[in-house]
Protein backbone atom coordinates (compact mmCIF):
# COMPACT_ATOMS: atom_id res chain seq x y z
CA UNK A 1 0.00 0.00 0.00
CA UNK A 2 1.43 3.64 -0.58
CA UNK A 3 3.19 5.19 2.02
CA UNK A 4 2.98 8.77 3.35
CA UNK A 5 3.11 11.32 0.09
CA UNK A 6 4.65 14.71 1.41
CA UNK A 7 4.97 17.43 -1.37
CA UNK A 8 7.58 19.29 -1.80
CA UNK A 9 9.71 17.48 -0.95
CA UNK A 10 12.37 20.20 -1.64
CA UNK A 11 12.24 24.50 -1.55
CA UNK A 12 13.85 27.48 -1.64
CA UNK A 13 11.79 30.81 0.26
CA UNK A 14 13.24 33.83 1.03
CA UNK A 15 13.04 36.01 4.40
CA UNK A 16 9.16 37.17 4.45
CA UNK A 17 7.86 34.73 1.94
CA UNK A 18 4.91 32.35 3.14
CA UNK A 19 5.15 28.44 2.35
CA UNK A 20 2.36 25.73 2.01
CA UNK A 21 3.02 21.91 2.77
CA UNK A 22 1.01 18.62 1.73
CA UNK A 23 0.72 15.60 3.31
CA UNK A 24 -0.96 12.42 2.10
CA UNK A 25 -1.74 9.68 4.74
CA UNK A 26 -1.94 6.40 4.15
CA UNK A 27 -5.18 5.28 3.00
CA UNK A 28 -7.59 4.99 6.23
CA UNK A 29 -5.63 6.85 8.78
CA UNK A 30 -6.83 9.26 10.28
CA UNK A 31 -4.21 11.48 12.39
CA UNK A 32 -1.60 13.18 10.84
CA UNK A 33 0.96 15.28 13.00
CA UNK A 34 3.66 17.34 11.62
CA UNK A 35 6.99 17.44 13.23
CA UNK A 36 9.61 20.18 12.11
CA UNK A 37 13.70 19.04 12.35
CA UNK A 38 16.83 21.00 12.54
CA UNK A 39 20.53 19.85 13.71
CA UNK A 40 20.15 21.75 16.88
CA UNK A 41 16.85 20.74 18.28
CA UNK A 42 16.33 17.67 16.85
CA UNK A 43 12.35 16.65 16.62
CA UNK A 44 10.11 19.20 17.46
CA UNK A 45 5.97 18.56 17.26
CA UNK A 46 3.99 21.42 15.73
CA UNK A 47 0.67 19.81 15.63
CA UNK A 48 -1.41 16.63 15.18
CA UNK A 49 -5.10 17.00 13.61
CA UNK A 50 -7.55 14.27 13.82
CA UNK A 51 -10.68 13.89 11.99
CA UNK A 52 -10.34 17.54 10.18
CA UNK A 53 -9.67 18.97 14.06
CA UNK A 54 -6.69 20.09 15.56
CA UNK A 55 -6.40 17.80 18.45
CA UNK A 56 -3.17 18.53 19.98
CA UNK A 57 -0.33 21.43 19.24
CA UNK A 58 3.30 22.10 20.19
CA UNK A 59 5.06 24.95 21.23
CA UNK A 60 5.52 27.06 17.91
CA UNK A 61 4.23 30.80 17.20
CA UNK A 62 1.27 31.67 15.33
CA UNK A 63 2.96 31.89 12.30
CA UNK A 64 3.08 28.22 12.26
CA UNK A 65 -0.75 26.63 11.10
CA UNK A 66 -1.83 23.80 9.78
CA UNK A 67 -5.36 22.08 8.40
CA UNK A 68 -6.81 18.93 7.91
CA UNK A 69 -9.59 18.02 4.98
CA UNK A 70 -12.30 15.31 4.84
CA UNK A 71 -9.98 12.64 3.09
CA UNK A 72 -7.41 13.22 5.90
CA UNK A 73 -4.67 14.96 3.53
CA UNK A 74 -3.26 17.76 5.32
CA UNK A 75 -1.25 20.99 4.97
CA UNK A 76 0.85 23.24 7.04
CA UNK A 77 1.73 26.96 6.13
CA UNK A 78 4.36 28.88 7.86
CA UNK A 79 3.74 32.69 7.06
CA UNK A 80 6.44 35.44 7.12
CA UNK A 81 9.47 32.86 6.89
CA UNK A 82 12.40 33.41 9.18
CA UNK A 83 16.03 31.71 8.82
CA UNK A 84 15.22 29.96 11.81
CA UNK A 85 12.67 27.78 9.87
CA UNK A 86 14.84 26.22 7.75
CA UNK A 87 14.04 22.87 8.54
CA UNK A 88 13.16 19.26 7.58
CA UNK A 89 9.59 18.93 8.15
CA UNK A 90 8.13 16.12 8.64
CA UNK A 91 4.58 14.33 8.58
CA UNK A 92 3.56 10.97 9.88
CA UNK A 93 0.09 8.96 10.14
CA UNK A 94 -1.73 7.08 11.85
CA UNK A 95 -4.98 5.32 12.53
CA UNK A 96 -5.41 6.50 16.17
CA UNK A 97 -4.88 9.94 17.52
CA UNK A 98 -1.49 10.26 19.33
CA UNK A 99 -1.07 9.67 22.95
CA UNK A 100 -3.77 6.53 22.78
CA UNK A 101 -3.08 3.33 24.18
CA UNK A 102 -2.42 0.86 21.99
CA UNK A 103 -0.18 -0.44 19.32
CA UNK A 104 0.03 2.98 17.25
CA UNK A 105 2.47 3.39 15.21
CA UNK A 106 3.62 6.20 12.95
CA UNK A 107 4.37 5.98 9.57
CA UNK A 108 6.85 9.00 8.24
CA UNK A 109 7.04 10.79 5.19
CA UNK A 110 10.09 11.36 3.50
CA UNK A 111 10.26 15.13 4.44
CA UNK A 112 9.67 18.57 2.86
CA UNK A 113 13.39 20.85 2.97
CA UNK A 114 12.62 23.60 3.15
CA UNK A 115 15.93 26.38 2.61
CA UNK A 116 14.84 29.95 3.64
CA UNK A 117 17.20 32.69 1.99
CA UNK B 1 7.21 17.25 31.40
CA UNK B 2 8.82 13.88 29.77
CA UNK B 3 12.47 13.98 28.50
CA UNK B 4 13.90 11.50 26.65
CA UNK B 5 17.58 11.38 25.63
CA UNK B 6 20.18 9.17 23.82
CA UNK B 7 23.51 8.82 24.97
CA UNK B 8 26.29 8.59 22.75
CA UNK B 9 25.06 11.40 20.52
CA UNK B 10 27.31 9.07 17.50
CA UNK B 11 29.02 5.77 17.58
CA UNK B 12 31.60 4.48 15.26
CA UNK B 13 32.03 0.28 15.28
CA UNK B 14 33.83 -2.31 12.74
CA UNK B 15 31.36 -4.12 10.91
CA UNK B 16 30.85 -7.91 12.63
CA UNK B 17 30.67 -5.39 16.11
CA UNK B 18 27.34 -6.81 18.35
CA UNK B 19 26.45 -3.02 19.83
CA UNK B 20 23.80 -1.69 21.85
CA UNK B 21 22.26 1.75 21.67
CA UNK B 22 20.60 3.21 24.62
CA UNK B 23 16.99 5.81 25.48
CA UNK B 24 16.23 6.50 29.07
CA UNK B 25 13.01 8.36 29.48
CA UNK B 26 12.31 10.67 32.86
CA UNK B 27 8.52 9.59 33.23
CA UNK B 28 7.47 6.15 33.37
CA UNK B 29 3.81 6.33 32.70
CA UNK B 30 4.26 5.30 28.88
CA UNK B 31 2.21 3.60 26.69
CA UNK B 32 4.48 2.56 24.60
CA UNK B 33 8.22 3.21 23.16
CA UNK B 34 9.40 3.18 19.46
CA UNK B 35 12.42 3.03 18.22
CA UNK B 36 12.78 4.62 14.17
CA UNK B 37 15.80 4.48 11.89
CA UNK B 38 16.80 7.82 9.67
CA UNK B 39 18.90 8.07 7.06
CA UNK B 40 20.41 11.27 6.24
CA UNK B 41 17.84 13.68 4.73
CA UNK B 42 15.12 10.87 4.60
CA UNK B 43 12.08 10.50 6.95
CA UNK B 44 12.09 7.92 10.12
CA UNK B 45 11.57 3.69 9.77
CA UNK B 46 9.46 2.64 12.44
CA UNK B 47 11.66 -0.67 13.61
CA UNK B 48 10.32 -1.62 16.94
CA UNK B 49 7.83 -0.66 18.99
CA UNK B 50 7.53 -1.91 22.66
CA UNK B 51 4.58 -2.01 24.68
CA UNK B 52 4.63 -0.78 28.68
CA UNK B 53 3.55 -3.99 29.63
CA UNK B 54 6.35 -5.87 27.17
CA UNK B 55 10.21 -6.47 28.16
CA UNK B 56 11.14 -7.26 24.85
CA UNK B 57 10.92 -6.91 21.12
CA UNK B 58 12.83 -8.83 18.11
CA UNK B 59 13.13 -8.23 14.56
CA UNK B 60 15.83 -10.06 12.54
CA UNK B 61 19.09 -8.44 13.95
CA UNK B 62 17.45 -5.72 16.29
CA UNK B 63 16.11 -6.71 19.64
CA UNK B 64 14.70 -4.02 21.62
CA UNK B 65 14.34 -4.63 25.70
CA UNK B 66 11.97 -1.47 27.99
CA UNK B 67 12.50 -1.48 31.81
CA UNK B 68 10.09 1.31 32.33
CA UNK B 69 10.32 1.17 35.84
CA UNK B 70 13.82 2.37 35.73
CA UNK B 71 13.14 4.56 32.49
CA UNK B 72 15.50 2.93 29.84
CA UNK B 73 15.33 0.87 26.54
CA UNK B 74 17.91 -0.20 24.59
CA UNK B 75 18.21 -1.30 21.12
CA UNK B 76 20.52 -4.01 20.39
CA UNK B 77 21.95 -4.91 16.85
CA UNK B 78 23.48 -7.86 16.51
CA UNK B 79 26.49 -8.55 13.79
CA UNK B 80 26.41 -4.90 12.62
CA UNK B 81 27.16 -3.85 8.75
CA UNK B 82 27.45 -0.73 6.93
CA UNK B 83 24.26 -0.67 5.88
CA UNK B 84 23.20 -0.57 9.72
CA UNK B 85 24.57 3.11 9.41
CA UNK B 86 22.40 5.52 10.27
CA UNK B 87 20.65 7.44 12.82
CA UNK B 88 18.29 5.87 15.70
CA UNK B 89 15.71 7.68 17.50
CA UNK B 90 13.60 6.42 20.28
CA UNK B 91 10.04 7.82 20.98
CA UNK B 92 8.38 7.51 24.30
CA UNK B 93 4.33 7.74 23.67
CA UNK B 94 2.08 8.67 26.38
CA UNK B 95 -1.58 9.65 27.48
CA UNK B 96 -3.12 12.99 25.48
CA UNK B 97 0.90 14.21 23.93
CA UNK B 98 2.67 13.67 20.81
CA UNK B 99 5.34 10.85 20.61
CA UNK B 100 8.42 12.66 22.70
CA UNK B 101 11.45 12.07 20.91
CA UNK B 102 15.43 11.77 22.06
CA UNK B 103 18.25 13.49 19.42
CA UNK B 104 19.38 9.82 18.52
CA UNK B 105 22.56 8.59 18.14
CA UNK B 106 23.94 8.79 14.84
CA UNK B 107 26.07 5.16 14.36
CA UNK B 108 28.59 4.32 11.37
CA UNK B 109 29.56 0.70 11.01
CA UNK B 110 32.82 0.94 8.42
CA UNK B 111 33.60 -2.09 6.50
Known amino acids: KAGVTQTPRYLIKTRGQQVTLSCSPISGHRSVSWYQQTPGQGLQFLFE???????NKGNFPGRFSGRQFSNSRSEMNVSTLELGDSALYLC????????????????FGAGSRLTVL | KQEVTQIPAALSVPEGENLVLNCSFTDSAIYNLQWFRQDPGKGLTSLLL?????REQTSGRLNASLDKSSGRSTLYIAASQPGDSATYLCAVNQAGTALIFGKGTTLSVSS
Open chain 2, 50 to 54: IQSSQ
Open chain 1, 92 to 107: ASSLARAGSSGANVLT
Open chain 1, 49 to 55: YFSETQR
